[in-house]
């Protein structure tokens, strides 16, 4: 009897990202070296995890100022905050802009957080680039080859989203732009992608870790807000998110959800933070990773902290 091999399809799915396809992005390329960027003497990759946290929208001082704390206190590694935002509807906030720029400016010198902010166009650069210490590019822009290169001149860390129906070939050939410009420093985030699921608000592709991690020397990181669209989602996702093994969580955090302007339902409030950050700190010591690992302000262990993990 015959034994039959592998099928086209499995052949096809170990061919992604080859040093011949993505020679910058891939791990074929750098024989077991992984990228580990520095932020301001905070580390994204290898053995240290990062703790995104922030705000959907930038909306007003004192709601930025609160979260920052909130979040800095709980031992966040970076603030995140939109300040031109990607809506759906036209006539939904498109954000603050400059203003929400000013005030990311002010919560990263009250907190010492280095910031995290999306950049929407290329014409925003000048004005992004001033404030954000890592730049985003949405899920909606992954394949905005003009603004990938762009972010690739900047000479400023990356995050780079997933787009809602990108394969992992099509998001490390989006990474490529940015490298291929000499722009080392780029992290993947895996934010949900559309299936036929409507249970929920994306399907949160946790085998994209395992499998990027495989192919590309790149950190990856999580957002479980956006692939939840609940609050209730947010900390089981997380979890088994760095259990997998990523790099680092990008969560939404708001003072008062229920009244944000934009994502109030997946955004954690910033009073159950604290507990939430502690619970992801054990799931990430299961896959070998420390939380606020190298040379960043170590994790506080405030007294009223609660073991999360029941
Ligand atoms: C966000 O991070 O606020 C956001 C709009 O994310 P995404 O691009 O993944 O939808
Ligand atoms: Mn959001």
């Known amino acids: ?33 992984r990228t580990v960027i520095e932020i301001d003497g905070r580390r994204v990759g290898g053995e240290s995890f990062a703790l995104i946290a922030g705000p959907c929208t930038i909306e007003t001082r004192e709601q930025t100022m ?17 300040a031109y935002k990607p809506r759906t509807s036209p006539y939904a906030f498109q954000g603050l802009g400059q203003e929400g720029l000013r005030l990311l400016a ?5 907190t010492g957080l280095p910031v995290v902010t999306e950049l929407l166009d290329v014409a925003d650069a000048e004005a992004v680039l001033e404030v954000a210490d890592v730049v985003q590019i949405g899920a909606r822009n992954m394949q905005n080859y003009a603004l990938l290169a762009e972010v690739g001149r900047a000479g400023r860390p990356v995050l780079l989203k997933r787009g809602l129906s990108s394969t992992l070939e099509e998001l490390l050939m989006a990474a490529e732009y940015v490298l291929k410009e000499g722009n080392p420093d780029v992290m993947l985030c895996e934010r949900g992608i559309r299936t036929f699921e409507n249970a929920y608000r994306f399907t949160l592709d946790l085998t994209a870790v395992p499998v990027l991690k495989e192919r590309t020397h790149l950190p990856v990181i999580v957002d479980p807000s956006h692939a939840a669209g609940r609050r209730e989602l947010v900390t089981p996702l997380s979890l088994a ?54 040379g960043s302000v170590a994790v506080a262990s405030p007294p009223e902290r609660e073991p999360a993990l029941a």
């Open 106 to 110: 002010e919560a990263k010198a009250e």
């Open 1 to 33: 009897m015959t034994v039959m091999k592998g099928t086209a399809v499995e052949e096809e799915a170990l061919a992604i990202a080859t040093a011949e396809t993505c020679p910058l992005a891939s791990a074929q390329t750098t024989a077991g070296r």
């Open 66 to 82: 609160q979260t920052a704390r909130a979040v800095r206190d709980a031992g966040a590694t970076l603030l995140r905050g939109g």
């Open 241 to 294: 998110a760095a259990a997998a093994g990523a790099d680092g969580l990008i969560v939404e955090v708001h003072p008062n959800p229920a009244e944000a302007i934009c994502d109030g339902p997946q955004q954690l409030r910033c009073d159950e933070f604290a507990q939430y950050a502690l619970a992801v700190e054990r799931a990430a010591a299961l896959a070998g990773k420390t939380l606020g690992a190298g």
